[in-house]
């Protein structure tokens, strides 16, 4: 999610890292500028459901990180936990749910 709220999603270049001793991946480079947060995020969070089989899905959770992009990275991760488990009602989430958040500061931090 850039500063100015522009969403731009990374696309996976293979299998999850560690699955498959030998698998290869194509790798891309990517800037983030001042204020840039980078979501790293497994399927657990976008495919947990709710009682009614409905997926959390990527939607929500872009919606998550728009609102709450400029707060604190401990307050992004506390708002997409509270979601995810609100929106499964108390339901087990039936696969690992990992989040990695990074922001950039300011651009000093480049140079």
């Keep these: ?61 872009v919606d998550v990180l728009l609102r709450h992009r400029t707060r604190p990275l401990q307050a992004v991760l506390e708002a997409i936990e509270g979601e995810v488990a609100s929106f499964a009602e108390g339901l087990s989430p039936g696969d690992d749910q990992t989040v990695v958040l990074l922001r950039r500061q300011d651009d000093a931090a480049a140079m």
């Design 1 to 61: 999610v850039r500063a100015d709220g522009t969403v731009e999603e990374l696309c996976p270049s293979g299998l999850p890292l560690g699955l498959l001793r030998d698998q290869t991946y194509r790798y891309d480079r990517v800037r983030l500028g001042a204020g840039d947060l980078l979501c790293l995020y497994s399927d657990g969070i976008t495919e947990c459901a709710s009682p009614s089989d409905e997926e959390f899905g990527l939607e929500r959770l």
